[in-house]
C-alpha cells in the first residue's frame, strides 16, 4: 500500500514538474514575443562558426544571398524542439524546389550532448534540408548571446538535465540581418508563402 501512494506521488510529482517546465517555456517564449524585441533590427544576430550534422564548418557566410531561420534548441527537448522541427520541415515541404534557395539552422544550446553525429541522427526525423549545428562551449555560448538566446541547464530528478531556452525562430534576410521572428503558427503554405517573399 506504503508503496503504490510512493508511486503515486512520485508520477504526480512528475507531472508537476512537466507542467512546470511547460510553463516556464511558455514563460520564456512570451517574453519574447514580437512585440517584446525592442532592439534594432540588425543588432541580432552576426558572425559564427559551427560544426553541422556532417562534420563540415559552418558560418553565417555559407547562407550569403539566402534568407534562412534561426532556431535554438536542443536534441533531448522533449516538446517544443520537436514541433518547431517539424513546423519548419512542413513549411520546408511547400516550398518544393524553393527550398534550396533559404537556410533553416537549428543551432544546439546543449553542445555536450549534441555532438554532430547526435544532431545527424536527430534530424534524420525531420526535412533534410534543415542545418544542425553544434560547436565548441565558446562557440555557442558566442552565438546565443548574438542572437540575444537565453539558455540555462535545468537538473531533472533522475540525475540528467533539461535545458530551459528561448523558442524563437528568428527570419534573417539574404545580407543575415535579423528580420523578424518567424510565426509557424499558421499553415506551412502561408508560412511558405510568406518566406518567399525574401528571396
Ligand atoms: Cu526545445
Do not use: W
Not at 517539424?86 to 544546439?108: C, H
Not at 540575444?148 to 531533472?156: D, L
Not at 533539461?162 to 503558427?185: E, I
Request: aromatic share 10%.
Amino acid at each position: 500500500m506504503a508503496g503504490r501512494t510512493t508511486r503515486l506521488l512520485l508520477i504526480l510529482a512528475a507531472f508537476v514538474a512537466g507542467l512546470a517546465s511547460v510553463f516556464a517555456v511558455v514563460i520564456i517564449v512570451s517574453g519574447r514575443e514580437p512585440g517584446a524585441v525592442a532592439t534594432p533590427a540588425g543588432a541580432i544576430g552576426g558572425p559564427f562558426q559551427l560544426v553541422d550534422q556532417t562534420g563540415r564548418t559552418v558560418t553565417e557566410a555559407d547562407f550569403k544571398g539566402r534568407p534562412f531561420l534561426v532556431f535554438f534548441g536542443y536534441t533531448h527537448c522533449p516538446d517544443v524542439c520537436p514541433t518547431t522541427l517539424f513546423d519548419i520541415s512542413e513549411m520546408l515541404g511547400k516550398l518544393g524546389p524553393d527550398a534550396e534557395r533559404v537556410g533553416a539552422l537549428f543551432i544546439t544550446v546543449d553542445p555536450e550532448r549534441d555532438t554532430p553525429e547526435q544532431l545527424k541522427d536527430y534530424l534524420s526525423s525531420f526535412n533534410p534540408r534543415l542545418t544542425g549545428l553544434t560547436g565548441d562551449p565558446a562557440a555557442i555560448a558566442a552565438v546565443t548571446k548574438e542572437y540575444r538566446v537565453y539558455a540555462k541547464k535545468v537538473p531533472t530528478e533522475n540525475g540528467d538535465y533539461a535545458m530551459d531556452h528561448t523558442a524563437l525562430t528568428y527570419l534573417m534576410s539574404k545580407d543575415g540581418r535579423f528580420v523578424a521572428p518567424f510565426n509557424l503558427k499558421r499553415t506551412p503554405e502561408d508560412a511558405a508563402a510568406d518566406l518567399r517573399r525574401y528571396l
